[in-house]
């Protein structure tokens, strides 16, 4: 059965988060399964540090401040017994845990916890119908990315009746503070003016240039892949408002001020309210920021009524393709893409090819747990350490793109394409090398690489500064016997996907 509570549980730097959760428990409450989305920050903190406290509780305000991001100040807690955690000091029972597996191949996380020690602070007091009417209508609130907004107030309304009938003083407030934010949240979300933007991940096969006094700098090799996807949707609204991600937050704002700054005063977009519903990781190969950027560009062109702006151009608006365009032309178009690189610094590099990726085949990521690549500062100084390509090896990385990788694909010649691909990475990797420590930027990686190429796997490449290892497969089947042989091996991710053939969709 589904028992409703709340988890508490730590991030990296130690900071509480407190959400309502239902998992999913047997008579004896000794193990737990939740069922976070992955956009949660349950969820991000348990996959980071596998430990938290599950509380049985009565006061359904404590509940609904909770499911709407309202526990300022936090409530009393204290130490847990057993676990690195914090428990509610007001909750009638609590159940420490550790996290056992996680399963977050689908949109919805499968956990699975081992409750540890329990602790019993006072009896439950009980639920009347109010009580009753407030956990459902705290669940609404959480489900509005979900829901059509129609049926969120249906059921709403209904809700209300019981509580009007049988609430106490904490029941109506919760009520009305649950309906003033569910009505807060739609009263801007008309049919036209919500959009939503879907769009998946870029891997980057590696550069053709680097650190030229003349002719093109950068250009670049990549595929843009279905999983993981980006998605979110935006409207116009009475202030800016981004819900998703905490980490992405200032990212997104950043986004929204450098685009109004590029914008005519006509084209201005309004004041709006973004949601992150789904979003890679970031720094981990797969060009988050660039889709994400591109995301909110978009939505944001499409609120101003300036719908067929085209990618580059919302890259130059909001500071995009410092290096490499593989992936604002990959939200265009998708496929495997081939960019020339750029001539002048403040230039976007231009897409000289694109083919479609062969749709039965398959691609794994493969990554190892709370593992990053190089960004920000640390990517600009690597690049400034590195030796200027040598021409040779550029003409040699030309060759591989136009006369081996672009005609295997477009033949759907697996074997070539996987031969081309190992190639293509073992030698921008080797150039790499200095700066990442080896041809693959993580030791868990290059080990997993030499493994697979000795089993016969040959399309083994690592996408942009890593730490996420692509692995190409003929189809499904293929794609899931090595996971199945190789994911016990390592403390890797690993994710199947498919190319993504198409631009980004905009609804």
């Not at 807690?77 to 056992?100: N, P």
């Not at 081939?338 to 090819?353: C, R």
């Not at 990475?425 to 080797?430: C, D, S, T």
């Not at 016990?488 to 053939?501: G, V, Y």
Request: proline share 5%.
């Amino acid at each position: 059965m589904i028992l409703e509570g709340i988890v508490t549980s730590l991030d990296e730097h130690g900071a509480v988060n407190v959400a309502p959760m239902g998992p999913i428990v047997d008579e004896s409450l000794t193990t737990l399964r939740l069922r976070p989305f992955k956009t949660s920050q349950t969820y991000r903190n348990l996959k980071a540090h596998p430990q938290g406290v599950f509380h049985v509780v009565d006061d359904v305000l404590l509940l609904a401040r909770a499911a709407i991001g309202k526990l300022d100040p936090l409530p009393e807690l204290f130490t847990a017994e057993h676990v690195t955690g914090k428990v509610v000091a007001s909750a009638c029972r609590w159940f420490e845990f550790e996290v056992q597996s996680l399963d977050d191949s689908q949109e919805r996380t499968e956990i699975v916890a081992k409750v540890v020690h329990t602790g019993r602070n006072r009896d439950f007091f009980g639920f009347n119908r109010a009580k009753h009417a407030v956990v459902e209508a705290a669940i609404l609130a959480t489900r509005m990315h979900l829901l059509p907004r129609e049926e969120i107030l249906r059921q709403l309304s209904a809700l209300e009746i019981p509580v009007q009938k049988t609430a106490g003083p904490r029941e109506s407030e919760a009520f009305a503070m649950l309906k003033q934010y569910v009505s807060r949240e739609t009263q801007s979300a008309t049919q036209e003016s919500l959009v939503t933007i879907t769009t998946g991940s870029r891997l980057h096969f590696g550069l053709l240039s680097n650190g030229r006094t003349s002719g093109r700098q950068f250009g670049g090799v990549g595929l843009m892949v279905a999983e993981p996807a980006l998605k979110l949707r935006a409207m116009a609204f009475d202030t800016d408002e981004v819900h998703g991600p905490d980490e992405l937050h200032p990212r997104i704002v950043g986004v929204i001020d450098s685009y109004r700054k590029k914008c005519t005063r006509e084209l201005i977009p309004p004041a709006c309210h973004i949601a992150i519903e789904q979003a890679p990781s970031s720094h981990v190969g797969l060009g988050s920021g660039t889709q994400l950027s591109l995301a909110v560009s978009r939505a944001l062109a499409e609120l101003a009524g300036e719908p067929e702006v085209p990618a580059v151009e919302l890259a130059r608006r909001v500071g995009r393709g410092l290096r490499s365009a593989i992936g604002i032309h990959g939200f265009e178009h998708g496929g495997f893409l081939v960019e020339a690189g750029k001539l002048v610094p403040d230039e976007i590099s231009p897409l000289v090819a694109r083919v479609h990726f062969p749709d039965e085949w398959r691609i794994i990521l493969a990554r190892p747990r709370s593992a990053s690549g190089l960004s920000g500062s640390a990517e600009l100084q690597g690049f400034a350490t590195l030796q200027p390509m040598p021409e040779s090896l550029t003409e040699r990385l030309c060759r591989l793109a136009l006369l081996e990788l672009l005609p295997a694909i477009t033949e759907t010649r697996f074997d070539e394409c996987s031969a081309a691909l190992f190639d293509f990475g073992r030698l921008v990797g080797e150039y790499f090398a200095p700066v990442q420590g080896n041809v693959y930027g993580h030791p868990t990686m290059m080990r997993l690489s030499e493994r697979l190429r000795a089993a016969g796997v040959h399309g083994v490449g690592q996408t942009s500064w890593g730490p996420t290892l692509f692995v190409l497969c003929r189809d499904a089947d293929h794609a899931a016997s090595i996971v199945r042989d190789f994911s016990a091996e390592t403390d890797c991710e690993f994710t199947i996907t498919r190319a993504l053939n198409h631009g980004a969709i905009v609804e």
